[in-house]
C-alpha cells in the first residue's frame, strides 16, 4: 500500500496509573470516561481517531499538515476543554472517595509527529502502521519530568518552524530534550509547558445552596458502620434499590458518577418522580447527601438530606425533609401528613441501616 505523510497527534492523560491504581475503579472508570470523550468532542481538526487506548487517544490525518496556527490552536482548546472539565467536576462533586477527591491532579501533555505510514486492518478495523507509529508511542514514555506539555519531534519542530517563523514565539518555555529507545535509537524533540493555560480556564459561579424551609421532617438514628461506608451507600446510585424497596422503576446514566446536578427518576406506588442531585451546608464535621423533587402534590418542591456525623465507630444519621411551601395548603397538609413521612423516613433508615451494617 502508498505511504502517507500524515499527521499524527496524542493526547495522554497525566497521571493516570497512580489515579487508576490508588483510587477506586468504578468511580475512576467513568472519570476516565468523560475526560476522553472531553477530548474527543475537542477535535476541530476533523482528525481520525485509531484508538482510544486507555488513557490516550491516537489521533491522525493523513496527507495532512496543519498550519501553526491551526496545531497551536486545536492544543489549546483541548487543553482547555480538559481542565475546564476537572474544574466542574471539583465544583460539583458530591463524592469523596479517592478518585473523586484526586481527579483534580490528572494532567494532558501532546505528543505530535509528523510522519508516514500504511495502513493494516486487524479484525475489519483498519489502523496506522509502521515506524513513525511506533516512535509516537515510544514517545509517551520519555524523560521529561513535567506533566503537561506538547512535545514534538525534532523533524516536525523544524517543518513548523520554517513554515511558521513566529511559530516559537506563540509557544511558552521550550525546551529541548532526547530519549534512548532499544529499538529506535536517540530520538531528540522540542517541548513546550502548557502550565500558563490554566491561567485562561473560566472560574465557575460561586455555589449557591438551595434555601433551608423552617419546621423540616426529622428523623435520626444510629448505623454501626463508618461515616464514609454509610455515605457512599446513599449517594451511590448503584445501591439504590437495595436501600429503597418501594422504587418499582428507577433510571440514571450508569455511566457517570453522581453529583451536583445529576437526575436521576423512579417510580414509587405508581408515581413518577425526577430527581437531582443538590448539596448544601450543614456544619465542616458533617458528610450531606441531598436530592430534589420538583414536582411534589403538597409543595412546590421537596428538598431530602441525609446527614451524616461521627458517633464514636459508628455513625449518626440525620434526615431533614424542607418543602417549599404553597401558600396556606403546604402547612396544613405537611402538618397532618407529618406522622406517615416520618415514617417513611424511618423506613428508608431502617433499610439504609440494614444494608450498610450487613451487606458486603
Known sequence: MERTSSFICLPDISGFTHFAQQTEISHSKHIISELLEVILHSNNLDLKVAEVEGDAIFFYRENFTPSAKELL???????????AHLKYYEHYRICHCGACSTASGLGLKFIVHLGTFTFTTINKTVKPYGRDVILAHKLLKNNIRENEYMLLTENTFDIFTEAAP???????????????????????????????????????PTKVHPHKFKNPVRYEGIINAPKEKVYETASNLEYRTSINTDASYFQYDKDRVNRVGFVHECVISNRNY??????????????????????????????????????????????????????????????????????????SFDQLKEYCEHAE
Open 166 to 204: 513566529s511559530f516559537i514565539k506563540d509557544l511558552k518555555q521550550m525546551k529541548e530534550g532526547s530519549t534512548n529507545y532499544d529499538e529506535l535509537g536517540k530520538v531528540r524533540y522540542r517541548y513546550f509547558l502548557l502550565k500558563h493555560l490554566h491561567d485562561r480556564v473560566k472560574e465557575l
Open 274 to 347: 425526577r430527581i437531582e442531585t443538590i448539596s448544601n451546608d450543614f456544619g465542616d464535621d458533617k458528610l450531606v447527601y441531598g436530592e430534589l423533587v420538583k414536582k411534589v402534590a403538597i409543595a412546590r418542591k421537596m428538598y431530602s438530606y441525609t446527614i451524616l456525623e461521627n458517633h464514636g465507630k459508628a455513625t449518626k444519621v440525620y434526615y431533614e425533609v424542607h418543602f417549599e411551601p404553597i401558600p396556606v395548603l403546604t402547612r396544613l397538609l405537611i402538618l397532618l401528613l407529618r406522622p406517615f413521612i416520618r415514617s417513611r423516613l424511618k423506613k
Open 73 to 83: 490552536d486545536q492544543v489549546r482548546i483541548m487543553f482547555l476543554n480538559f481542565h
